[in-house]
C-alpha cells in the first residue's frame, strides 16, 4: 500500500475544475461525457484528449440537485432536487424533457433499472417511489423506512429494489410490487448501495462509520466485510471490473482495495477536503471524484 498522503502508484491527476458544492458524479456509458450534480445545478463535460471540456449546463431545479443518474443506453439523465422535484434530460440535446413529483422533502437519489424502463427515487421523507419513465406516472410508493432515504440501487436485473437510509437499515424489496423481502442494520447510516459490476445479484453496502460489506442481495448471505476506519467514510465505488473499490471520505483521501479480500492496495490525497463521490468510467481508464473544495477532479490509470 502507498505511503498516506503520497500520490498513488497506478492514478495521476490529469485535469480539474470547479462548479461549487458537488454532490454526485455519473458517466455516460460510452465514457466520453461525465455528468455533475451539485448547489449549481447539472453540468455536463466531454472528456477529450484527457481534459474536461463543458459542454451543458442544465437548469431547472429551483435549489441544489442531491443526485443523478444516467439511463443504460445514454440517452436520458434523472435527477433528483432538493426542491423535491425529479427532472429528466435529454443528454444529446440537453434539454428538459419531464418532471415528476411525488416526495414531501428533498429528493436524495434516482436509479434507473437495467432496461430503462422504470426510475425509482428516494427522499428526505423516508419514502422510496417507483415511476414509469415513459409515462412519468408514479407506480409505487414505499415507506419501510424511518428516516432520510440516502442511497438506492436495483439488483438482479431489477427485480430488487434496495435502499439505504439515515435510520441504519437497508430494506430489500420487490422490484415489481414494493414489498418489503429483508431488513437488515449497519451500526451507523448508509451511504452507498451499489450491485456489483458483472453480478448483480451482489450488493456492496456502506455505511458513515466505514463498514463496508459484500452479501448475496437475495438472501442477504455474507461474502465479505471490510472496516475503512480512517474519520468517516462518504462514498465508495466498484471499478467495471469487479476487482477494486475506491472509498473516499473525512481524510480527504482516495482509497483503493482489492474486492477479492478486502486487502488495501493503495492510498492518496485527492482534496483538499473531504472526498464527497466517486465515480469510475465504462473502461476503469477514468476515476472521477468530487470533493468537499469544490473541485472536480479527474485521475488516469496508469498502464501497466
Not at 414509469?132 to 431489477?158: K, N, P, Q, W, Y
Not at 466505514?210 to 452479501?215: A, K, P, T, V
Not at 474519520?231 to 481524510?251: K, Q, Y
Not at 469544490?294 to 498502464?303: F, T, V, Y
Amino acid at each position: 500500500m502507498n505511503d498516506e498522503g503520497s500520490p498513488g502508484d497506478s492514478w495521476t491527476l490529469r485535469a480539474e475544475a470547479s462548479r461549487g458544492w458537488i454532490s454526485e458524479l455519473a458517466w455516460a456509458p460510452n465514457g466520453r461525457a461525465l455528468a455533475l450534480a451539485g448547489a449549481t445545478g447539472i453540468a455536463l463535460f466531454a472528456i477529450r484528449r484527457s481534459e474536461l471540456h463543458l459542454r451543458a449546463v442544465l437548469e431547472g431545479h429551483e435549489g441544489p440537485v442531491k443526485g443523478i443518474a444516467v439511463s443504460p443506453e445514454g440517452a436520458m439523465l434523472a435527477s433528483a432536487g432538493a426542491d423535491r422535484s425529479i427532472r429528466l434530460w435529454d443528454l444529446k440535446r440537453g434539454a428538459a424533457m419531464r418532471q415528476l413529483g411525488g416526495h414531501g422533502g428533498s429528493v436524495e437519489r434516482v436509479a434507473f433499472t437495467p432496461d430503462g424502463a422504470l426510475l425509482a427515487s428516494a427522499g428526505a421523507d423516508a419514502s422510496l417511489r417507483v415511476h414509469d419513465v415513459r409515462s412519468g406516472s408514479e407506480l409505487t410508493s414505499i415507506g419501510s423506512h424511518d428516516d432520510e432515504v440516502r442511497a438506492l440501487c436495483f439488483c438482479e436485473g431489477g427485480r430488487l429494489l434496495v435502499s439505504g437510509s439515515r435510520d441504519r437499515k437497508v430494506c430489500v424489496h420487490d422490484g415489481a410490487s414494493g414489498r418489503l423481502l429483508r431488513a437488515e442494520a449497519h451500526a451507523d447510516w448508509l451511504r452507498v448501495l451499489t450491485a456489483m459490476p458483472g453480478d448483480d445479484s451482489l450488493l456492496l453496502s456502506a455505511s458513515r462509520d466505514g463498514e463496508l460489506r459484500l452479501r448475496s442481495c437475495r438472501d442477504g448471505l455474507p461474502l465479505r466485510s471490510l472496516a475503512c476506519e480512517h474519520g468517516g467514510l462518504d462514498c465508495a465505488v466498484v471499478a467495471p471490473d469487479g476487482r477494486t473499490l475506491a472509498t473516499g471520505g473525512r481524510d480527504c483521501q482516495i482509497r483503493l482495495w482489492r474486492v477479492r479480500d478486502g486487502a488495501p492496495v493503495g492510498a492518496f490525497v485527492a482534496h483538499d477536503r473531504p472526498v464527497l463521490t466517486l465515480a469510475f468510467s465504462p473502461d476503469g481508464r477514468w476515476l472521477a471524484s468530487g470533493g468537499g473544495d469544490n473541485r472536480l477532479r479527474l485521475w488516469a490509470r496508469a498502464a501497466h
